[in-house]
């Protein structure tokens, strides 16, 4: 009796676990909702909200707002360099420009260098509406490139933004030396890099 008692109660354990891994279709699964305005064009908002399942965690690649690109392959290169770019602020358009035609350059405010941050502060023009994706490339002479695409809603005017990047920085023997900073593949916004 003891025999088909113990049996039966480890069946019905595998059984009631099997089905849960089967029922349980969200265990592996992440959910984000989006709330945006369906017509941006329109004076009134009416918000729709769309939901994005991903099969798994590994998987989230949702950017909003002014956002660094996570782990892209330039990032990775620059550890080469001991930079580690964790973080960046964008400021809200500074100067209308309706008519921008181009005669206003982006331009680096700082470059602030120590043991162990690198803080580069820069303006950009560009539409007024915009976010921004950031990233960074370091080429072989150790110039630091800090590359940024504007994405989003198109508006009709054009103003000036602060970008703010910051970076942890390691030091040693092994570590390459980052001498000047760029904008966008621009040698002409080219800035040498002082140590403090």
């Not at 059984?15 to 004076?43: A, M």
């Not at 950009?124 to 921004?132: A, E, L, S």
Request: net charge neutral; charged share 20%; glycine share 6%.
């Amino acid at each position: 009796m003891r025999k088909y008692i113990f049996i039966s109660t480890f069946i019905l354990f595998t059984i009631s676990s099997y089905g849960q891994e089967g029922i349980d279709l969200t265990k592996y699964q992440d959910t984000v909702f989006i709330k945006h305005n369906k017509d941006w064009t329109s004076d009134k908002i009416h918000y729709v909200t769309d939901t994005v399942i991903f099969q798994t965690g590994m998987r989230r690649n949702i950017l909003t707002g002014t956002t660094i690109l996570p782990v892209a392959s330039n990032t990775w290169a620059s550890s080469e360099y001991g930079l580690f770019f964790y973080k960046v602020t964008k400021t809200d358009c500074q100067k209308d420009i309706n008519e921008y035609d181009g005669s206003i350059k982006n331009h680096i405010n700082s470059v602030l260098m120590t043991d162990s941050s690198l803080i580069v502060d820069f303006n950009i023009y560009d539409n007024c509406c915009y976010d921004f994706l950031c990233n960074i490339s370091v080429d072989s002479t150790g110039v630091l490139d800090l590359i940024y695409t504007g994405y989003g809603t198109y508006c009709s005017c054009d103003c000036c933004f602060g970008l703010t990047y910051y970076f942890r920085v390691k030091k040693g023997k092994d570590i390459l030396v980052i001498k000047s900073v760029m904008l966008n593949g621009n040698r002409d916004s080219m800035k040498p890099i002082k140590t403090k």
